[in-house]
């Protein structure tokens, strides 16, 4: 199993809007419905923000959405807020009740 | 609101085994899906395996041959063991709770558990 595939780094200005891509394989991203994403700020314990590629569970800002196309699952955040400045972490299932991680990307809000 | 709580030595020496223990408050441990994540320094997010309430576990690969995960539902605590500890497997050690097997939504702390003699 290799990490899926994101982007180090992104960064946006406030109000703006940035996309994330997440990138697996045929054997996990692209073959199951079952993208989540998470949000870490410094020393922090990870924040579920997406779960099954695009649902947003109670209480996560509909800034936040997610989406999936093949193999590549994207996290788009609308509306940059400072407080949206994190690490984020797409994972996937890959099949054999394994979990597969991305290898986490870095939002800048300038 | 569910809260899970990280317990364990945070220095353990090369080749002895790590065991930590995650407690579950304000919900029960029944009917969800319980992980082991670790995270090096500055690195990013691993999977270590994951226990279903009823004893069920599945396990990284990677890490199979020296991974067990336990739970306990009388007390409503699970349990890592990851033996021959080695430098690499530094890291913050997170517990967490998944609904399904896909995604988790809950997290602990974490804590810190350096490899060094």
């Known amino acids: 199993q290799s990490a899926l595939t994101q982007p180090a780094s992104v960064s946006g200005s406030p109000g703006q809007s940035i996309t994330i891509s997440c990138t697996g394989t045929s054997s996990d991203a692209g073959t199951y419905n079952l993208v989540s994403w998470y949000q870490q700020h410094p020393g922090k314990a990870p924040k579920l923000m997406i779960y099954?590629?695009?649902k947003r569970p109670s209480g996560v800002s509909n800034r936040f959405s997610g989406s999936k196309s093949g193999n590549t699952a994207s996290l788009t955040v609308s509306g940059l807020q400072a407080e949206d400045e994190a690490d984020y972490y797409c994972?996937?299932?890959?099949?054999?009740?394994?979990?597969?991680f991305g290898g986490g990307t870095k939002l800048t809000v300038l | 609101q569910v809260q899970l709580q990280e317990s364990g030595p945070g220095l353990v020496k090369p080749s002895e085994t790590l065991s930590l223990t995650c407690s579950v408050s304000g919900g029960s441990i029944s009917s969800y899906y319980w992980s082991w994540i670790r995270q090096p320094p500055g690195k990013g997010l691993e999977w270590i395996g994951y226990i279903f309430y009823s004893g069920s576990t599945n396990y990284n690969p990677s890490l199979k041959s020296r991974v067990s995960i336990s739970v306990d539902t009388s007390k409503n605590q699970f349990s890592l063991k990851l033996t021959s500890m080695i430098a690499a497997d530094t890291a913050v050690y997170y517990c967490?709770?998944?609904?399904?097997?896909?995604?988790?939504?809950?997290w602990g702390q974490g804590t810190l558990v350096t490899v060094s003699s």
């Open positions: 099954e590629d695009s």
């Open positions: 994972c996937s299932y890959a099949g054999s009740s394994t979990l597969l």
């Open positions: 967490a709770r998944g609904p399904t097997r896909n995604y988790l939504d809950n």
